[in-house]
T-cell receptor, first 115, second 113 residues
Framework: DVKVTQSSRYLVKRTGEKVFLECVQD?????MFWYRQDPGLGLRLIYF???????EKGDIPEGYSVSREKKERFSLILESASTNQTSMYLC??????????????FGPGTRLTVL | AQSVTQLDSHVSVSEGTPVLLRCNYS??????LFWYVQHPNKGLQLLLK??????LVKGINGFEAEFKKSETSFHLTKPSAHMSDAAEYFC???????????FGTGTRLKVLA
């Protein structure tokens, strides 16, 4: 079974803090994704990585950065957390090097609250 | 440009009755289409996918969906709802040669006893 794990299920941080969300997949997938999920908005792509050290901005990258130093690990960084970044964050991976014809495998999510 | 519209934000059915969750898409290319389910406090799980093979796609837990190009639809159905089907369902479209998956806003399914 493919496993995508996220470092925390629930996280509470203060405004202005630097926040790290970690994601690890165990199936040697090339592609990894970070999404944000908000009620009524579905999932919105923050960043995408198709290889180690390679990244591309998604639809809502502002206020976020990412790091992929190893193939299995993809980190999302909130440089200075703000209350409007309170949300559910979902990590996903997929096996193809290009294209999006195959399914994504999702982690359980991290619910982040910024006070 | 691609887009996906889930026509109902909430659907309620009685246990044992059919389920219909509606999805319309727009894509300039030959699309791949997916349905995912999300149970409370869980990640998303793939129910089924269409990638230009058979237009009627069977998935897990008795769900199926039909790709109708003329109607640009990919509705999800199940003949008989079970209490465990209560969850949020997402329709997703992607296009060949891109990395992007476009998610619908979700349909929350409630199953009444």
């Amino acid at each position: 079974d493919v496993k995508v794990t996220q470092s925390s299920r629930y996280l509470v941080k203060r405004t202005g803090e630097k926040v790290f969300l970690e994601c690890v997949q165990d199936m040697d997938h090339e592609n990894m994704f970070w999404y944000r999920q908000d009620p009524g908005l579905g999932l919105r792509l923050i960043y995408f990585s198709y290889d180690v050290k390679m990244k591309e901005k998604g639809d809502i990258p502002e206020g976020y950065s990412v790091s992929r130093e190893k193939k299995e690990r993809f980190s999302l960084i909130l440089e200075s957390a703000s209350t409007n970044q309170t949300s559910m964050y979902l990590c996903a991976s997929s096996p193809l090097p290009t294209g999006a014809r195959d399914e994504q495998f999702f982690g359980p999510g991290t619910r982040l609250t910024v006070l | 440009a691609q887009s996906v519209t889930q026509l109902d934000s909430h659907v309620s059915v009685s246990e044992g009755t059919p389920v219909l969750l509606r999805c319309n898409y727009s894509s300039s290319y030959s699309p791949s289409l997916f349905w995912y389910v999300q149970h409370p406090n869980k990640g998303l799980q793939l129910l089924l996918k269409y990638t230009s093979a058979a237009t009627l796609v069977k998935g897990i837990n008795g769900f199926e969906a039909e790709f109708k190009k003329s109607e640009t639809s990919f509705h999800l159905t199940k003949p008989s709802a079970h209490m465990s089907d209560a969850a949020e369902y997402f329709c997703v479209v992607s296009a060949s040669g891109t990395y992007k998956y476009i998610f619908g806003t979700g349909t929350r399914l409630k199953v009444l006893a």
